[in-house]
């Protein structure tokens, strides 16, 4: 209830700013689906008598290419409740993308089909693919009842074999996946998966896994099967490995494994069935554009009985530059799509000057990350006396005092009259682990405060006002970003501010491959970056935030206990407690070893924020229906909006 109202009361205040009030004020339906047709029936009182499917299907019926629309559904096809009405089959759903590296926001839009899936008010999990579970022995196994009759897109069944496969034969082969998967394992042994029949598989871990249900839900994990059927042919264990490193070298590729990973990629090889709403069409490799067509095994239906998916079909356009994107987008060009067009918040007065001409509405995108901007020191620095200094929560406290985020938030984080608010990196109003304190923590400007901070650590200054470290050198600090622009502009004024204390401080922006590549090495001293999870539910993904796993030089020296020493105690204690966590059956105990770990951050600053995360714009076309007025696009909890069920918008022919 309290997600709702923040993000109902969010949206009126932000379209009363910009004079913009919503065209289109549809709400998400609750219930968004029903298991069955049949729990529809108990639900509502009404029956669906029969099922209908788009005219090119039912034409390729009459010819004898395609077997009937009852033949194609699974026993209990999911029931998808409309956002506004029953749709039109028909129409071409339009993306344009620069480069296949913003890929991902597209695919979890239109393929997020799990083997579970999560409520569209990111509230609960729901049926998908299992259409029931059962967890027992303390949250130690999990039991999954697949979905009877489910087909693959060339109406070949999917079975428990399919996820046995998935794991005996591609995370568990060495070859293919070198390090077994944490977020299949727990307390570092892998969980383990077996097939119970034909429909049932059972998953069991060696100590309670609570949070694996949400993990089941995840774009980033839950999709735990492949087409054994298909991908066989390319396996050494069902083909003779000699044959087959043949067929990889003429292919092009040095080893099978190669092989076997682009016949695996959806996106790479049209061939490879699928159980999403719509199956490729063509190679994204080489491609300017990709296109996907509906599925005629999908298993969904509307409330009447419609086979879903109502859009015939998704075409993106590759290699198109951000401006270019934009004018199409302003132009009427693109139907439904946020990034990469969407995510620079300066945009927004011009989709909303040109929404008119180009029959669009522009929809916010509610803000479900815990800040715009992340700041982090290197507390495994290879520099002992940086370290030390970095590892002081005085001189973390005194970087932040020294920021102005009123002016950083005025010049970078402000829409047409709003501003972001200012706040650290903490967990989000609608959170349940919601906290004023720790949100606000050190986020006033007092340059006053920070310079006493420093003084008592003993960093005096030098004759050029810029101040020395204990052992007599400088005291110079790089804050190192990758090459987007808002980002090198926040560092550039938070050096400058930094610099006003006597902290000389330098920015590097750096491709985002050797920028990584130095943060896993600690080689860097501060790295500045964009969001972080605003823990709007618990789940492994959004606390590893706070536990502080998504550093990679910290996750990396967790892994191995030679190197565990290498972490600062009280770090240590954060991943300890998330390791608690992430084995606790209980849910209120899980909730206060949250709080333990929130407290740790509101006393120690670990992570230093500007300003809350503004809204990514989404570009609907007025014809493009059943959209809600509200659209989640954190990219694990909300799949960047693929919670909405991309299957039932539809276009206004």
């Given at each position: 209830?309290?997600?709702?109202i923040?993000?109902?009361?969010?949206?009126?205040?932000?379209?009363?700013?910009?004079?913009?009030?919503p065209?289109?004020?549809?709400?998400?339906?609750?219930?968004?689906?029903?298991?069955?047709?049949?729990?529809?029936?108990?639900?509502?009182?009404?029956?669906?008598?029969?099922?209908?499917?788009?005219?090119?299907?039912?034409?390729?019926?009459?010819?004898?290419?395609?077997?009937?629309?009852?033949?194609?559904?699974?026993?209990?096809?999911?029931?998808?409740?409309?956002?506004?009405?029953?749709?039109?089959?028909?129409?071409?759903?339009?993306?344009?993308?620069?480069?296949?590296?913003?890929?991902?926001?597209?695919?979890?839009?239109?393929?997020?089909?799990?083997?579970?899936?999560?409520?569209?008010?990111?509230?609960?999990?729901?049926?998908?693919?299992?259409?029931?579970?059962?967890?027992?022995?303390?949250?130690?196994?999990?039991?999954?009842?697949?979905?009877?009759?489910?087909?693959?897109?060339?109406?070949?069944?999917f079975?428990a074999?399919?996820?046995?496969?998935?794991?005996?034969?591609?995370?568990?082969?060495?070859?293919?996946?070198?390090?077994?998967?944490?977020?299949?394992?727990?307390?570092?042994?892998?969980?383990?998966?077996?097939?119970?029949?034909?429909?049932?598989?059972?998953i069991?871990?060696?100590?309670?896994?609570?949070?694996?249900?949400?993990?089941?839900?995840?774009?980033?994990?839950?999709?735990?099967?492949a087409?054994?059927?298909?991908?066989?042919?390319?396996?050494?264990?069902?083909?003779?490995?000699?044959?087959?490193?043949?067929?990889?070298?003429?292919?092009?590729?040095?080893?099978?494994?190669?092989?076997?990973?682009?016949?695996?990629?959806?996106?790479?090889?049209?061939?490879?069935?699928?159980?999403?709403?719509?199956?490729?069409?063509?190679?994204?490799?080489?491609?300017?554009?990709?296109?996907?067509?509906?599925?005629?095994?999908?298993?969904?239906?509307?409330?009447?009985?419609n086979?879903?998916?109502?859009?015939?079909?998704?075409?993106?356009?590759?290699?198109?530059?951000?401006?270019?994107?934009?004018?199409?987008?302003?132009?009427?060009?693109?139907?439904?799509?946020?990034?990469?067009?969407?995510?620079?918040?300066?945009?927004?007065?011009?989709?909303?000057?040109?929404?008119?001409?180009?029959?669009?509405?522009?929809?916010?995108?509610?803000?479900?990350?815990?800040?715009?901007?992340?700041?982090?020191?290197?507390?495994?620095h290879?520099?002992?006396?940086?370290?030390?200094?970095?590892?002081?929560?005085?001189?973390?406290?005194?970087?932040?005092?020294?920021?102005?985020?009123?002016?950083?938030?005025?010049?970078?984080?402000?829409?047409?009259?709003?501003?972001?608010?200012?706040?650290?990196?903490?967990?989000?109003?609608?959170?349940?682990?919601?906290?004023?304190?720790?949100?606000?923590?050190?986020?006033?400007?007092?340059?006053?405060?920070?310079?006493?901070?420093?003084?008592?650590?003993?960093?005096?200054?030098?004759?050029?006002?810029?101040?020395?470290?204990?052992?007599?050198?400088?005291?110079?600090?790089?804050i190192?970003?990758?090459?987007?622009?808002?980002?090198?502009?926040?560092?550039?004024?938070?050096?400058e501010?930094?610099k006003k204390?006597?902290?000389?401080?330098?920015?590097?922006?750096e491709?985002?491959t050797?920028?990584?590549v130095?943060?896993?090495?600690?080689?860097h001293?501060?790295?500045?970056?964009?969001?972080?999870?605003?823990?709007?539910?618990?789940?492994?993904?959004?606390?590893?935030?706070?536990?502080?796993?998504?550093?990679?030089?910290?996750?990396?020296?967790?892994?191995?206990?030679?190197?565990?020493?290498?972490?600062?105690?009280?770090?240590?204690?954060?991943?300890?407690?998330?390791?608690?966590?992430?084995?606790?059956?209980?849910?209120?105990?899980?909730?206060?070893?949250?709080?333990?770990?929130?407290?740790?951050?509101?006393?120690?600053?670990?992570?230093?924020?500007?300003?809350?995360?503004?809204?990514?714009?989404?570009?609907?076309?007025?014809?493009?229906?059943?959209?809600?007025?509200?659209i989640p696009?954190?990219?694990?909890?909300?799949?960047?909006g693929?919670?909405?069920?991309?299957?039932?918008?539809?276009?206004?022919?």
């Amino acid at each position: 209830m309290r997600r709702s109202i923040f993000l109902v009361s969010w949206i009126l205040i932000f379209n009363l700013i910009l004079g913009v009030m919503p065209a289109f004020s549809q709400k998400i339906p609750s219930p968004s689906q029903y298991n069955s047709p049949t729990e529809y029936e108990k639900s509502t009182g009404k029956r669906i008598t029969h099922f209908k499917e788009a005219p090119q299907l039912a034409d390729l019926v009459k010819q004898g290419k395609l077997p009937p629309v009852e033949k194609r559904f699974p026993e209990k096809p999911v029931v998808i409740v409309p956002v506004e009405n029953i749709g039109k089959y028909g129409g071409t759903w339009r993306f344009v993308l620069a480069t296949r590296i913003h890929l991902p926001h597209t695919e979890r839009l239109t393929l997020y089909d799990p083997i579970l899936r999560r409520s569209p008010d990111l509230k609960s999990i729901l049926p998908n693919l299992a259409e029931n579970w059962k967890v027992s022995s303390g949250g130690r196994i999990y039991t999954l009842y697949l979905r009877r009759g489910v087909k693959w897109s060339d109406g070949e069944p999917f079975t428990a074999d399919d996820i046995l496969f998935w794991y005996e034969d591609i995370i568990c082969n060495k070859e293919l996946t070198p390090v077994f998967p944490a977020w299949f394992s727990i307390g570092g042994v892998p969980g383990k998966l077996e097939k119970v029949d034909t429909y049932t598989i059972k998953i069991t871990f060696s100590k309670p896994n609570p949070l694996f249900l949400e993990d089941l839900a995840s774009p980033f994990y839950g999709e735990i099967f492949a087409p054994k059927h298909y991908l066989m042919q390319f396996h050494p264990k069902y083909v003779d490995k000699n044959k087959l490193e043949e067929t990889a070298k003429k292919a092009g590729f040095t080893f099978w494994y190669q092989l076997f990973s682009d016949r695996n990629d959806r996106w790479a090889n049209p061939e490879r069935p699928v159980l999403s709403a719509w199956k490729p069409v063509n190679s994204i490799t080489g491609a300017t554009r990709v296109v996907w067509e509906r599925n005629p095994y999908y298993w969904k239906v509307d409330t009447e009985g419609n086979q879903l998916p109502y859009i015939d079909r998704f075409s993106i356009e590759i290699g198109v530059s951000e401006e270019t994107a934009k004018m199409k987008a302003i132009s009427g060009e693109i139907d439904m799509e946020s990034h990469p067009i969407g995510i620079d918040f300066k945009d927004y007065p011009l989709f909303l000057e040109h929404k008119d001409r180009g029959n669009y509405r522009v929809i916010p995108g509610s803000p479900l990350e815990a800040s715009a901007i992340t700041i982090v020191f290197n507390y495994v620095h290879p520099d002992p006396v940086l370290r030390k200094i970095f590892n002081d929560r005085r001189f973390r406290i005194a970087m932040s005092y020294a920021i102005n985020r009123e002016e950083i938030v005025g010049l970078l984080f402000t829409a047409g009259t709003y501003k972001a608010e200012v706040r650290q990196v903490a967990p989000v109003k609608e959170s349940p682990f919601y906290s004023e304190e720790l949100a606000k923590a050190y986020t006033k400007y007092d340059p006053k405060e920070a310079n006493r901070l420093l003084d008592e650590m003993g960093l005096k200054r030098g004759p050029d006002g810029y101040r020395v470290r204990p052992d007599g050198k400088p005291l110079t600090i790089t804050i190192e970003t990758t090459t987007i622009q808002w980002w090198i502009d926040t560092a550039n004024l938070v050096a400058e501010y930094w610099k006003k204390v006597g902290v000389n401080t330098a920015v590097k922006p750096e491709d985002s491959t050797l920028w990584s590549v130095r943060r896993r090495g600690a080689l860097h001293d501060v790295t500045l970056y964009a969001g972080a999870q605003g823990l709007g539910a618990l789940t492994k993904f959004q606390l590893e935030t706070y536990i502080l796993r998504t550093l990679p030089e910290i996750a990396e020296r967790y892994q191995k206990k030679e190197t565990q020493k290498d972490i600062p105690p009280k770090i240590r204690h954060l991943l300890a407690l998330g390791d608690r966590i992430s084995v606790e059956p209980d849910l209120k105990r899980r909730e206060k070893l949250v709080w333990e770990i929130l407290n740790v951050h509101k006393d120690e600053l670990y992570l230093i924020g500007i300003c809350e995360r503004l809204p990514k714009i989404w570009i609907v076309r007025n014809t493009f229906r059943n959209v809600p007025s509200t659209i989640p696009t954190t990219d694990e909890l909300g799949a960047t909006g693929g919670v909405l069920n991309a299957c039932q918008f539809y276009i206004e022919q």
